[in-house]
């Protein structure tokens, strides 16, 4: 099992999750993250005082896959926040060692 | 014959007689309608501190100060009210003369009743409706010192400010035994008394606090533009009651103050933005209502004397000035006056007033105004004008010196401490925050 983190444009967040889905992939954890990369910060000007914005607000995804999907969802996650443009994100993969459903007590990938 | 003559003349003194009280009495006669209006309008000023300027600044502070600032703008409405109750209406229009202050007479308003009568409005009116001008004026200097002054230092200090400076210098130019409303001053509804007080002050206390931790260097962004820009919206229309409430009258002069008011406020948001859109490549929110706020400040002295066309020009000047006094301030002497009240009321009220002389004189074609007093021209007029700006402007600045220090050693310091500023005021002021979310 694999758990991958994807750091999105938040406007393609949308379009992230309705790639997921087709996949079948079933639930995932949204968050709303500031951060940067080397899309660097912009300035903001507020009545001659100019600042230097270093944190750029970004959506977190956090989404957990059987192995044998997670290919697929690296692949359908990177077409869908995809622009083209400085600043789409990253995703991050990592080693899955055990999931637990709360309500049924069921364990490993059936439980994903 | 005679006899004739002799009873005609009696019967025309009998009806003179009859007639005479009812003389005497016009005077103190109500009016309904100028009544009805100024009730409306002490509504609209009220409603430009709470929740108005409260909103406005609020919003341009960050989210760990909110609730700081809008209950510095609340306390001083609360305790402004009370000592203007007690005293302050008394400093201000009491019947005393000399010129320097109303004197005791009117003490806890002594002697007003339900049928007191100032002019030809109730006088219980009066005393409201000046009492919200006497509220907004120590609540426009809020920003000057926002998110470090401590609180109790703030009690204390506007309660004197107000005692010593807001109270007397109301009466030099609004009571017509002032000096300032003796020598002609024109100041329809308060470039002197409002922004020039407020303004001054605002550059002292901003001097003396000294600057807020990271100014310039952190990012002291505010948080919320969209409060702002509501408070701003609350601003502009009950600025209607300000300036056109100002006539204390439902009339003419009314409806001109109102209409000029408006234009200066357009004319003072364009100005701005479109300064930024040249200089910065766009135009801001934050530029367009910090302009449409220097234009009203601008118009205010100014809004009984001056046209449309001449509100028009006064908030084009306005909002040129002032976006250049805020970028002056800020970036080349480096003076953290928070919010910029200094630079937009200070140098809104004290371009207005003296442009009042300009803009009243009836020989401008388009821009004319409604034309000089009796015995004054432009150059005599302009001459009262710097006189009244002189005289408030540093006798605030003075009084506002003295009253930082000696609040200072009431309460131990004027500034809350560096972690205090740190960790925000809401929650080392009040204990309590704004956002829970």
Known sequence: ?112 | MLKTKLKQAMATCVALLAVLPSLALAQDEINGANTAWILTATALVLFMTVPGLSLFYAGLVRSKNVLSVLMQCFSIAAVISVIWLIYGYSIAFGPADGGWWGGLDKVFLSGVTVDSVWGDIPEPLFIAFQMTFAIITPALIVGAFAERMKFSSLVVFVVLWATLVYFPVCHWVWNSNGWLFQMGLIDFAGGTVVHVTAGLAAAVMAIMLGKRRGFLTAPLMPHNLTMTFTGAGMLWVGWYGFNAGSALGANGSASMALLATHMSASAGALTWMGIEWVRHGKPSGLGAVTGMVAGLATVTPAAGSVGPAGGMLLGIMGGALCFAATNFLKQRVKIDDSLDVFPVHGVGGILGTLMAAVLVSTDLGVFSGNGYAEGMTMASQFGVQVVGVLATGVYTAVVTIILMKLVGLLTAGNRVTPEQELTGLDITSHDERGYSL
Not at chain 1, 54 to 61: S, Y
């Open chain 1, 1 to 112: 099992m694999k758990l991958i983190i994807a750091i999105v444009k938040p406007f393609k967040a949308e379009e992230v999750r309705e790639a997921l889905s087709e996949l079948g992939v079933t639930g995932m954890t949204v968050t709303e993250v500031k951060g940067f990369g080397r899309q660097k910060g912009h300035t903001e000007l507020y009545r001659g005082a100019e600042y230097v914005v270093d944190f750029l607000p970004k959506t977190k995804i956090e989404v957990a896959v059987t192995d044998e999907l997670a290919e697929q969802a690296l692949d359908a996650i990177s077409k869908a926040a995809a622009t083209g443009k400085i600043g789409d994100g990253k995703l991050f993969v990592l080693p899955l060692e055990q999931v637990v459903r709360i309500r049924t007590g069921e364990t490993g990938e059936s439980a994903v």
